[in-house]
């Protein structure tokens, strides 16, 4: 019953270093989606997959990158990480886009220094 | 990005104490959900609605799909120590063949 794994829990990084926060899900879903949560301003949608090889940008795509070479899993990649990244970042994923429940991870705390 | 204004952003509670919450939007929806997060954890799904004017319940919690299908309204009756934490609506709209999720900006629970 391990649903969606993120790693690492947290991670501290200095101004302009790089990182992958990493996800994997195991319930063959094919939506998958990076959240980043800032406090009290809700979820906002950074990138998402519709399967395999097929990824679309978000509400605020800027500084990250995405792949989703297999069903499994969905890296979210930090390039020249800035103060403003500074944030819970959470993964998800779900069969259909037409359900609305999405199913979390129990999220990555990023501090940028 | 929209948001969904929800409403209030944070309350006390006391045990025993029935609890509502709001979520208002300048579009409809298809529909609404309603997620509760603990601390250090992800959001988990309490409710989905799919109906305008449809009441749902899932043990001490009550949740509605407005008639406008621009709210949802979320009630917790009786509350005790662990209903603590942050709740979120979501709606989402399809379009298409295209839909899109959008979360509120949370009522944090505490005691």
């Known amino acids: 019953n391990a649903g969606v794994t993120q790693t690492p829990k947290f991670r501290i990084l200095k101004i302009g270093q790089s990182m992958t926060l990493q996800c994997t899900q195991d319930m063959n879903h094919n939506y998958m989606y990076w959240y980043r949560q800032d406090p009290g301003m809700g979820l906002k949608l950074i990138y998402y997959?519709?399967?395999?090889?097929?990824?679309d940008k978000g509400e605020v795509p800027n500084g990250y990158n995405v792949s989703r070479s297999t069903t499994e899993d969905f890296p979210l990649r930090l390039e020249l990480a800035a103060p403003s990244q500074t944030s819970v970042y959470f993964c998800?994923?779900?069969?259909?886009?037409?359900?609305?429940?999405?199913?979390f991870g129990e999220g990555s705390r990023l501090t940028v220094l | 990005g929209q948001q969904l204004n929800q409403s209030p952003q944070s309350m006390f509670i006391q045990e025993g104490e029935d609890v509502s919450m709001n979520c208002t939007s300048s579009?409809?929806?298809?529909?609404w959900l309603w997620y509760k997060q603990d601390p250090g954890e992800g959001p988990v799904l309490l409710i989905a609605l799919y109906k305008a004017g449809e009441l749902t319940s899932n043990g001490r919690l009550t949740a509605q799909f407005g008639i406008t299908r621009k709210d949802s309204f979320l009630n917790i009756s009786a509350s005790i120590p662990s209903d603590v934490g942050i709740y979120f609506c979501?709606?989402?709209?399809?379009?298409?063949?295209?839909?899109?999720?959008?979360f509120g900006t949370g009522t944090r629970l505490q005691v």
């Open positions: 579009s409809i929806f298809n529909t």
């Open positions: 979501a709606g989402q709209a399809i379009t298409g063949t295209a839909s899109k999720l959008t």
């Open positions: 998800a994923s779900r069969w259909t886009e037409y359900t609305g429940e999405l199913f």
């Open positions: 997959s519709v399967g395999a090889g097929i990824t």
